[in-house]
């Protein structure tokens, strides 16, 4: 379809401008997030649109170069808040690698349980949103009940919900309650109904498919050379998936299926997203499965054994020697950090989030620069809307998984 | 799955000769350098080369070395070639006093964005470049933060209230 096809012909002389300019944000209601957008529009058509960036730039790299890595987590709870967990293990593992620390089974399987759960909980908010802007409400309050779910595990885990700083360098701050166990089944059991319920509400509606399909869609080609990654990438019918390509957290132990579409338009995004949530879930019990497959003592395994990076549990740190010195050491700086660069990645809930980190054997990084998948995908927004209409538009923004936290770093 | 570390090494080595430099293995990740001028003629090969395919570019960033002189800011590369599953880190150098760089938007629109950035932050100028300004920073600032003779506030600072800021103060 020509961009041009509905122009309006307006009579000679006429002082009525052909086209409109929509200052589209920072905070319009309609999109979820701090997002500008000056949109040319030709009735509801849009010409030509520019991204703005930056509202909620927090100098993350700056604020990285003074920071201990154990200091940089919470850093990265704030990036994708929709799935911190991942952004957390990320971090994680990056200092892992640079480190040199090898992290027991039972330890990666947990991590996978919980950076699975991220990705439920973002792709439910993700695809709950895109039925918001396209008129239906229901499924996104349906499932965000069983978001909360999601959240009371993090909560029995960490202490926290949302930037949960969950984790430490080495493995995780305490071992998993019985409690958190309990509400992990709970999900397992629930869940599965509710995400059936909520496809039976959307795949096959004539309204939503209608609205969805032949809009906000990217070639292969093109979203390769855009640098997209994630559901986003595979929706256009590329199976790149770093779990796959580069296994990290032991992911090769487990059989999970990479979804992908075909046209890369809104719909296969939607369908895609859908697609791995069952992935996601299916990937939680195989993990939960291998972590009951640990008794005694190994049961009790949850951190590498490595004191010089490792925070010691603060009760020990009050009454026995050694941890108090380790303690000391790591947070006075005193250990030794390995000069080197390190380039580590994982597949967050809307693409490759990728640690580039330097360093020079200082206790911070030299440099620490976040590879952010919606900062780079979002540069296509101008092409994907190209010629659409103004509505479809939003559901282009929604389906993309844009989160400004982390587009601005 | 037969492309190597070596295989690439040797590759670029037979067709830039000596200007390709400083291979290394970092974790595992093939890493080396090239002169600034080089930096498109060495992306568009790793890009056309029928056995490379480097046609992703995963990130683009820049380093602050000011004990580097001339040489003071460094443009790295992450690129990654999808069907080998092989990446690799490329970078360049160039003075802070002209820090000029050939853009690679026409090769990859990714870079567009990542390029903005890197100009925001450490005030590479990417030549030909279609619209290099800032992007995350305000319009109107006019220096380049992450370079590293801006540092965070000075912790040591004593004209505010330090109790106020959870550093204890100067203790009476």
């Avoid at chain 1, 949109?39 to 927090?58: F, N, P």
Wanted: aromatic share 12%; hydrophobic share 35%; net charge negative.
């Amino acid at each position: 379809m020509s961009e041009h096809q509905h122009h309006i012909k307006l009579p000679e002389g006429s002082i009525e401008k052909q086209t409109t300019t929509l200052n589209l944000g920072p905070t319009h209601p309609a999109t979820h997030g701090v997002f500008q957008n000056i949109l040319e529009l030709d009735g509801e058509r849009i010409v030509s649109a520019e991204q703005t960036v930056g509202y909620i730039h927090r100098a993350f790299e700056k604020l990285a170069e003074r920071r201990p890595l154990y200091q940089i987590t919470p850093i990265t709870d704030r990036l994708n808040y929709c799935s911190s967990p991942i952004n957390n293990m990320g971090w994680h593992m990056t200092c892992e690698k640079l480190l040199n620390i090898q992290t027991p089974k039972r330890v990666d399987y947990l991590r996978i349980i919980i950076m699975e759960l991220a990705r439920i909980s973002d792709h439910l908010i993700c695809n709950s949103i895109v039925g918001v802007d396209s008129g239906a409400y229901t499924g996104f309050l349906y499932v965000m009940q069983y978001r909360e779910l999601i959240y009371e595990i993090y909560e029995e885990v960490c202490g926290a919900r949302l930037t949960t700083n969950i984790g430490r360098i080495g493995g995780f701050e305490r071992n998993f309650s019985n409690t958190a166990f309990e509400k992990l089944e709970k999900f397992i059991a629930e869940f599965p109904k509710v995400w059936k319920e909520f496809e039976n509400l959307f795949t096959r509606n004539r309204i939503f498919v209608d609205r969805l399909q032949n809009t906000g869609g990217i070639s292969a080609e093109r979203a390769l050379n855009y640098g997209f990654t994630g559901p986003n990438l595979r929706a256009a019918g590329v199976d790149y998936d770093v779990r796959i390509h580069t296994p990290y957290s032991s992911y090769q132990d487990f059989n999970f299926i990479v979804p992908i579409g075909k046209t890369g338009d809104n719909y296969d995004r939607f369908l895609v997203r859908c697609q791995e949530v069952w992935e996601s879930l299916s990937l939680i019990k195989q993990a939960y499965n291998k972590v009951q497959e640990f008794k005694g003592t190994e049961a009790e395994v949850y951190h590498a054994n490595a004191p010089e990076y490792y925070l010691p549990l603060k009760k020990d740190v009050y009454t026995k020697m050694e941890q108090l010195i380790w303690h000391f050491k790591i947070v006075m700086g005193e250990t030794e950090i390995p000069k080197g660069e390190v380039y580590f990645s994982v597949e967050g809930a809307n693409g490759e989030l990728g640690y580039y980190l330097i360093s020079d054997g200082g206790r911070t990084p030299y440099r620490l620069h976040f590879r952010r998948p919606s900062f780079i995908y979002y540069q296509a927004y101008s092409e994907l809307t190209k010629g659409s209409m103004l509505s479809d538009a939003i559901i282009t923004m929604s389906s993309l998984n844009l989160i400004a936290g982390e587009l601005d770093a | 799955m037969s492309l190597t570390n070596d295989k690439i090494k040797e590759k670029l080595v037979e067709k830039f000769g000596e200007s390709v430099a400083r291979f290394e293995e970092n974790y595992g990740l093939l890493t080396f350098e090239a002169p600034k001028e080089l930096n498109l003629k060495i992306l568009q090969f790793l890009y056309d080369d029928a056995e490379l395919k480097f046609k992703f570019m995963t990130d683009l960033c820049a380093v602050h070395y000011p004990d580097n002189i001339n040489n003071e800011l460094a443009v790295v590369y992450h690129l990654h070639n999808l069907e080998d599953n092989i990446r690799l880190r490329f970078k360049v150098y160039t003075s802070v006093q002209q820090p000029d760089v050939y853009t690679a938007t026409q090769l990859f629109s990714a870079a567009n964005w990542m390029e903005r950035e890197t100009y925001d932050f450490y005030g590479v100028n990417f030549v030909g470049h279609p619209n290099l300004k800032r992007i995350l920073n305000v319009d109107e600032m006019d220096y380049f933060p992450l370079r590293k003779e801006y540092p965070l506030e000075d912790q040591t600072r004593i004209d505010k209230d330090d109790e106020m800021f959870g550093r204890g103060g100067t203790i009476v």
